[in-house]
């Protein structure tokens, strides 16, 4: 089994360049991921259109993406990822603001769908003549890069490719499976329902500090598939200043997104609340976040992130959250002679505004949660996960186990138990 990998990675990695020359023209990689979760069932005294099923269920979700990286000059880079997606998150990806399978979307129909997720021109203008060496990666072309740099992008990406970053607590292919660990949860970021958008993005990079800046579509209807092309009416800004310091990293983020949005405060005065029926353009929602990361060591890194939005209109891309911290470490497995293993553990609170519970509680219902009616709570999550590698760094195997304690918010349900296992494939 060991040679048949061996024999893959190195076909797989032949237009990456393994050995990459400074400025590599070209690079290709790969990855898969499958995630099959379960859960037993909640207890529940009622439930509603959009609630976690009070029965037993699997369910599987598989992505598959190749990431096409094409340098045009010196300092212009081109990026295509075509992607593969299909299969089913638990309850059809409803019933928890938090939800456990950062990896499956809300498309309603399971049969695999191929896509292409990101296609986008990278322009890097350099400010000194110092450089640093980068290395061929998923998106990224190997080549002496500037220290201090500005840098334009425009095209189709997802905005957590650049905003909201975080070494231990970003990506539900490698790390934390659940919706709210991926980002800060009450940063509702422009995406359509597969997670991607359509924008601008400028950066300035130096080694001292960096802040970014996009404007980006936002899609049509909330949580939907096609974007909206008012962008008079219809568009999301936001800003992150990251700061280094020491072993020390923060990201302060805030946003505002603009759309015909819906109003929880009008649709809970209406005879059968109906956020859908009170929207309008010109709304907005608006919010900060702070991200902070420390490294203990080599083997122990900590996260931590807290963020609030002002709650008063209808959530629009990401999921039904208002506030939202999180808190966690990753421990490398060096310890227990397992260098490239990690083991993961965090914890979430979740929260929604006066207005949102009030919505809820009167029977309306978003694109995630809605159990008829609402006897509040925060939504509390616990997340354990553990990552085997069974091929240096291209094939692991992450079982993972998620308590959620009053799922979306409903004191009257749960608790949740979700139980997963992850396979990841990566050239």
């Not at 970053?165 to 009450?186: C, V």
């Not at 958008?197 to 939907?224: D, W």
């Not at 009030?358 to 995630?368: C, H, S, T």
Request: charged letters at 15%.
């Amino acid at each position: 089994m060991k040679k048949v990998l061996s024999g893959v990675a190195l076909l797989l990695s032949y237009g990456s360049f393994a050995q990459a020359p400074v400025n590599q023209k070209f690079n290709f990689h790969f990855q898969q991921t499958v995630v099959t979760q379960y859960q037993p069932g909640v207890h529940a005294s009622y439930s509603g259109q959009n609630s976690f099923s009070t029965k037993e269920e699997a369910q599987t979700s598989v992505t598959s993406t190749f990431f096409i990286g094409v340098r045009l000059g010196k300092n212009t880079e081109v990026y295509l990822n075509p992607e593969l997606a299909g299969g089913s998150g638990l309850s059809r990806a409803t019933g928890v603001a938090g939800f456990p399978n950062g990896e499956t979307f809300r498309v309603g129909n399971p049969k695999p769908t191929v896509y292409v997720g990101r296609v986008y021109i990278r322009q890097y203008i350099p400010l000194t003549h110092e450089t640093t060496q980068a290395t061929n990666a998923i998106n990224q072309l190997a080549g002496a890069h500037p220290t201090k740099y500005l840098s334009f992008v425009i095209g189709k990406f997802s905005l957590a490719d650049f905003f909201d970053n975080n070494t231990f607590s970003h990506d539900p292919r490698t790390q934390f499976l659940n919706w709210s660990l991926m980002s800060n949860g009450a940063y509702d970021y422009a995406a359509n329902v597969r997670g991607y958008t359509q924008g601008v993005m400028l950066e300035y990079v130096s080694p001292s500090f960096a802040i970014r800046y996009a404007a980006a579509q936002v899609p049509l209807e909330a949580n939907g598939a096609k974007l909206d092309g008012k962008l008079g009416k219809a568009l999301s800004h936001q800003v992150e200043v990251e700061k280094p310091f020491g072993n020390s990293r923060i990201r302060l983020l805030g946003f505002v997104n603009r759309a015909n949005m819906g109003n929880y405060k009008l649709a809970t005065q209406l005879s059968t609340p109906d956020i859908t029926a009170t929207r309008q353009y010109s709304r907005e929602k608006a919010g900060i976040g702070i991200n902070f990361e420390h490294q203990f060591s080599d083997d122990l890194g900590f996260f931590a992130r807290g963020s609030i939005n002002d709650g008063r209109n209808e959530t629009w891309a990401f999921t039904e959250i208002d506030q939202s911290i999180s808190a966690g470490i990753a421990l490398h497995g060096t310890k227990w002679h397992r260098t490239e293993d990690t083991f993961g553990f965090a914890v979430v609170a979740n929260g929604i505004s006066k207005a949102h519970q009030q919505y809820l509680n009167a029977g309306g219902v978003g694109f995630m949660v809605g159990d008829g009616k609402l006897h509040y709570g925060t939504e509390d999550i616990l997340e354990i996960y553990y990552r085997y590698y069974l091929h240096e760094d291209h094939f692991w195997i992450s079982p993972d186990y998620q308590f959620i304690l009053n799922p979306a918010y409903n004191k009257d349900r749960g608790p949740a138990n979700v139980f997963g296992v992850r396979v990841h494939v990566e050239f």
